[in-house]
């Protein structure tokens, strides 16, 4: 019998592998991944410090225990290099194998930013447990307190910040944007954020980019466009992920900016399935959208392991809110789809504390939100909201 083939054994690679086993006990499942195949849980990578946890603790199975939870033959350190649509076949150094059906979760690729100096090559990122390892024995290198420096403040590079500074470490966060998560959040609650951030010690470079970094006497010497220059001990890059879809375009599978699926999960050719980071969902609009999220993967998880079963299932994606691990100044999000994000405004209020800013189309249809400092009581209500909003909208 040919097997369920799933390539990755990120969240989204396990995850759809763990909701199948439940439904279907003996078809045989092919994991194939390029890293070591243990499994952890990425958004613990930045705030590993304020859990106390050093890198190897971090990894909670190994790829053995992986396989015999999963009852699954997982080929790690493998890299796919080519897939055969016709023949139903995956390559890789080890051989060729065949698959049934196919699962594509590959997850994505820091992207890199084009700075210049002797020491552009000396910058970090982290994506994965054996990048975040590199990391802290850099920063271990460096002592007690090691001047970090972070490149983009978004979602991860404000994380990061946060939990470094928390830490001990001198932390200078740098970004084109003049306030932190411009991309995600309202002004109000990114400015929220720069004070927490501030008031935490992290210095906050803005409207401006790191355009050089050399090696001088044994320190990295970081160079802004606008002239500034500083010294620092470790260079992290947060500037974003691209979704990796190299397989899936040589494969001629439809591609974006993510590997295109349709309400199932299908790709364009239908035995083959995408999620996680490297997927382009379909959304209730009709619109689609990279979802770099925990949640949207188990939603599709569910949905693809029933439909690998032969019972083609919908991808019932529910609003779920991002939350921004930044102790400091919790945030809480759900931002508008790309399509409502071209005409609408946010609106921002101040009550006991706590910033609520609610997202509204021209027509005043409610598409999203942002709270801070958030708990569950207050993004519990907000997704209420904007669910009943939705439910209005439609009908
Ligand atoms: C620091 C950090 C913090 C985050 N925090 C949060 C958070 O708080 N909340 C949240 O919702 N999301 C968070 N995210 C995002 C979330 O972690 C990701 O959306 C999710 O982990 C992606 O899982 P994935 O399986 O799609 O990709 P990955 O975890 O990247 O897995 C990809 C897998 O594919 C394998 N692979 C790639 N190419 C090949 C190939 N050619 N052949 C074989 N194998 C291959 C890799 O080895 C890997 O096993 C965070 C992300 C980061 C980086």
């Not at 790829?63 to 023949?87: C, R, W």
């Not at 010497?221 to 992290?236: A, I, Y």
């Amino acid at each position: 019998m040919k097997p369920i083939a799933i390539i990755g054994s990120g969240l989204a690679g396990y995850t759809v592998a763990r909701e199948f086993r439940k439904l279907d006990k003996t078809t045989p499942l092919l994991i194939i991944t390029g890293d070591d195949g243990g499994f952890y849980s990425k958004p613990m990578l930045s705030n590993a410090f304020a859990m106390g946890k050093q890198p190897q603790q971090l990894q909670s199975k190994t790829a053995d225990q992986m396989a015999a939870e999963l009852t699954a033959t997982i080929l790690t350190k493998t890299l796919v290099s080519g897939i055969n649509t016709v023949a139903h076949t995956i390559h890789t150094k080890m051989g060729d194998f065949e698959y049934a059906q196919l699962v594509l979760a590959p997850g994505a690729q820091a992207i890199r930013l084009p700075i210049a100096g002797s020491a552009a090559d000396q910058v970090l990122s982290v994506n994965n447990l054996t990048d975040y390892a590199v990391f802290r024995d850099k920063l271990a290198q460096a002592g007690d307190k090691a001047r970090v420096t972070i490149l983009g403040a978004g979602l991860i590079g404000c994380e990061f910040s946060d939990d470094l500074a928390s830490a001990g470490h001198e932390v200078t966060l740098i970004d084109p944007n003049t306030l932190p998560l411009a991309a995600l959040a309202p002004t109000a609650i990114s400015q929220g954020l720069h004070a927490a951030l501030n008031a935490k010690g992290v210095q906050l470079k803005l409207g401006t980019t790191a355009s050089q970094i050399d090696m001088l006497d044994n320190t990295l010497q970081v160079t802004l466009s606008n002239g500034e220059s500083f010294n620092t001990d470790v260079v992290l890059s947060a500037v974003g992920l691209r979704a990796d879809i190299r397989l899936a375009q040589a494969a001629q599978l439809h591609t974006d900016r993510g590997i295109i699926i349709n309400e199932y999960g299908q790709t364009s050719v239908p035995e083959i399935f995408a999620l996680g980071d490297c997927a382009q969902y379909k959304q209730a609009d009709g619109s689609q959208s990279l979802m770099p999220y925990v949640a949207p993967i188990m939603t599709a998880a569910r949905a693809i392991a029933l439909s690998l079963t032969g019972q083609l299932t919908s991808i019932d994606m529910k609003p779920a809110a991002v939350l921004v691990k930044t102790p400091s100044y919790p945030v809480a999000l759900i931002p508008p789809a790309f399509a409502a994000s071209k005409s609408g405004r946010w609106e921002s209020g101040h009550a006991e504390g706590v910033t609520t800013s609610r997202y509204f189309d021209e027509s005043n249809n409610l598409h999203g939100f942002a709270v801070a400092p958030q708990d569950a009581k207050s993004r519990n209500a907000l997704i209420a909201e904007l669910i009943e909003a939705q439910a209005t909208r439609l009908n």
